[in-house]
């Protein structure tokens, strides 16, 4: 699942000042941790309780930065943590592509923004069906950070590669969306149309079934008619043996 990248800061700083850390995660890449100088700590002390905004985006070394480009990418290809290993623009070209690439050749992922149409995608993907619909929640901690112009440009400075990224999923995204809904509706399509001539064929078959009749005008022949014809007779002939023996 990705969010757009300054709800996503905003939650994630919201979430730290209430006490969360990371420190149980060990960041591993290329088979071990990164050193205390290539991920330097933000805060001392047992957690950063309490932190302002502006002390969150002023730490360098705050994974908040970019988190959803950095978790997607393959971060053996840029020397993982060690920031020495090539100059920042190469380093974040290459991160990107990589996150791009990753996320294109996933079977499946969702955007927070779009809750409906995540679970329509999932269903779709691995014709599963959730029992409850997915309800659009808009009213979050992140939302109710009053920000001014300068400080949400400060944020999507801070997280540029999660926000061409996210515009990249999105777009992504609601292609896959379309291309589902058309072929599930031309799916449909083709049943009905499977449906009515199936339909069309039975009926056809019906009609082929029944015995062939003839007007009481004399057109055409069958069964019924021959039956009606002898019936006819055989009452002239009683008729004619009745006059005879009177």
Request: hydrophobic fraction near 35%; charged fraction near 25%.
């Amino acid at each position: 699942m990705l969010r757009d990248p300054v709800s996503r800061y905003l939650s994630e700083w919201k979430h730290v000042q209430r006490g969360a850390t990371w420190k149980t995660s060990l960041h591993m890449c290329d088979g071990r941790s990164p050193t205390q100088d290539e991920l330097p700590t933000c805060y001392s002390g047992d957690d950063w309780s309490g932190v302002t905004l502006t002390e969150f985006m002023d730490c360098p070394s705050n994974l908040a930065n970019n988190r959803q480009v950095r978790m997607l990418a393959d971060l053996n290809l840029v020397g993982c943590y060690n920031l020495s290993s090539m100059n920042e623009s190469e380093r974040n070209h290459i991160l990107l592509g990589s996150a791009m690439n990753n996320l294109k050749n996933m079977a499946f992922y969702g955007l927070t923004e779009f809750q409906r149409k995540t679970q329509y995608l999932f269903e779709r993907t691995f014709s599963l069906r959730f029992i409850a619909a997915f309800t659009q929640i808009n009213s979050t901690r992140a939302a109710n950070v009053d920000l001014s112009e300068a400080v949400r440009r400060r944020i999507e400075e801070l997280n540029y590669l999660d926000v061409q990224l996210y515009e990249y999923a999105k777009d992504l995204f609601l292609q896959r969306f379309q291309y589902t809904r058309q072929r599930e509706h031309q799916a449909e399509r083709l049943k009905r149309r499977e449906e009515r001539r199936w339909l069309r064929e039975q009926r056809e078959q019906s009609r082929a079934s029944l015995p062939r009749r003839r007007g009481y005008g004399g057109g055409g022949g069958g069964e019924l008619a021959t039956t009606t014809e002898d019936y006819t007779s055989q009452v002239a002939r009683c008729f004619s043996v009745i006059l005879a023996l009177c």
